[in-house]
């Protein structure tokens, strides 16, 4: 059983920067951070394959603010980051983690990002 476990939620204001991580049991060839603002539907965010083979996928409303890359260096704990710059109120939300292998697909817990104006 793969375990996804999300940090580095919290309250900012508007221009500051936070850092989450997604500590995964394993390594998982695609992760992913999504996130569901309030009273709105999950949406993806950013995702990153653990071999590099492809560059990462940014949302529209995120690019060039955030930054998403991994680390293995503890393994086998296989950690992914999601550095946020420049926040906006409208990145309010909860921010996931998700792993996908094939057919499947884990999740972590949640944490909360807040941005006040």
């Known amino acids: 059983q793969v375990h996804l476990v999300e940090t580095g939620g919290g309250l900012v204001q508007t221009g500051g920067s936070l850092r989450l991580s997604c500590a995964a049991s394993?390594?998982?060839?695609?992760m992913a951070w999504y996130r569901q603002p309030p009273g709105k539907q999950r949406e993806l965010v950013a995702v990153?394959?653990?071999?590099?083979?492809?560059?990462?996928?940014?949302?529209a409303s995120v690019k060039g603010r955030f930054t998403i890359s991994s680390d293995n260096s503890k393994y086998p704990v296989y950690t992914v980051y999601l550095q946020m710059n420049s926040l906006k109120p409208e990145d309010t939300g909860v921010y996931y983690c998700?792993?996908?292998?094939?057919?499947?697909?884990?999740w972590g817990q949640g944490t909360q990002v807040t941005v006040s104006s």
């Open positions: 998700n792993g996908r292998r094939g057919s499947s697909d884990w």
């Open positions: 394993e390594t998982i060839f695609s």
């Open positions: 990153i394959t653990s071999d590099g083979s492809t560059t990462p996928v940014y949302a």
